[in-house]
């Protein structure tokens, strides 16, 4: 994926957020750092296994979570814009803290080894905002914007032996949830895809021998590859991407800015897979 799409795609979904939730998001991204963020992988190789990964799953969990509040949204309580896209952009922010990427690759952190990026998110949020009550108070982030972003984190893996401490309880984490499903399945198999030889019937054999075989029925029809009108949802993004680099999104986070030169400065990285995992979950 290019930096520059990701970094439009990224112009687009912050331009959702109100002023408080673009506060909430830069004080996250301070605590951590951009170019940590700008740099962490999503996973060690399920899927988005690269250096900048995280942002470009998390791009299409905020993407994927607001795609679904516009088709299911109808005549009941709206959904809250905030916590889809906070939620998209930071339900794997505890990776900061799970795993490492380095020079060596992409592998689990020492601390990673016995504690999961669910719970280790919810408790960045909670010390970022500690650090600067003031700020929080100055833009009028409200305590329950808070509470729900780690709600989303302890929530996003659905159940506990997937390494969620909770259930998703607002309709906003199940569409976390869902989104985050989504992109991880469908960047795993395609990935997979990418990287089999396909039989007449499209049927593609898993890159990683633990997984089973992947279907892709569209090699069987030689139906085109997708082009980029595919989806309603990137056409409104696009547009709003053009208004944002108008200077509509206003106190967009620096990270935006300095995707490119976080990508220019990516180095190749081998992933590790000497150490196997406590949990096969990684989305
Ligand atoms: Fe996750
Ligand atoms: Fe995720």
Request: aromatic share 4%; charged share 20%.
């Amino acid at each position: 994926m290019p930096a520059e799409t990701l970094d439009a795609r990224w112009a687009a979904v912050v331009g959702r957020l109100t002023h408080a939730g673009k506060t909430l998001l830069s004080m996250v991204l301070d605590h951590v750092g951009e170019d940590a963020y700008l740099r962490m992988a999503a996973a060690e190789r399920m899927h988005h296994a690269c250096v900048g990964g995280l942002r470009w799953h998390s791009i299409e969990v905020a993407e994927g979570a607001l795609a679904l509040a516009s088709v299911f949204e109808g005549d009941g309580p709206p959904a809250c814009l905030d916590n889809l896209v906070l939620g998209g952009l930071l339900h794997d922010i505890g990776k900061l803290r799970e795993m490492q990427v380095d020079t060596v690759g992409i592998r689990r952190s020492v601390e990673g080894r016995s504690r999961y990026h669910t719970t280790l998110g919810s408790e960045i949020i909670a010390v970022a905002c500690a650090l600067a009550p003031d700020r929080l108070e100055a833009a009028g982030v409200s305590p329950t914007l808070i509470a729900h972003l780690q709600h989303v984190c302890e929530s996003h893996h659905l159940q506990k032996d997937w390494g969620s401490p909770t259930a998703p309880q607002s309709r906003e984490a199940m569409f976390i949830h869902l989104a985050d499903q989504a992109s991880a399945k469908w960047r795993q198999m395609t990935d997979d895809a990418a990287t089999a030889s396909a039989d007449d019937g499209g049927w593609c054999g898993a890159a990683d021998g633990r997984r089973s075989p992947v279907w892709i029925p569209s090699r069987a029809l030689n139906l085109p590859p997708v082009g980029t009108s595919v989806r309603p949802v990137g056409t409104e993004l696009e547009h709003r991407a053009e208004t944002a680099s108008r200077g509509a999104a206003d106190e967009v986070p620096s990270a935006t800015e300095r995707g490119a030169d976080a990508a220019a400065r990516s180095v190749s990285v081998v992933v590790l897979r000497d150490h196997v995992p406590f949990h096969q979950q990684e989305d």
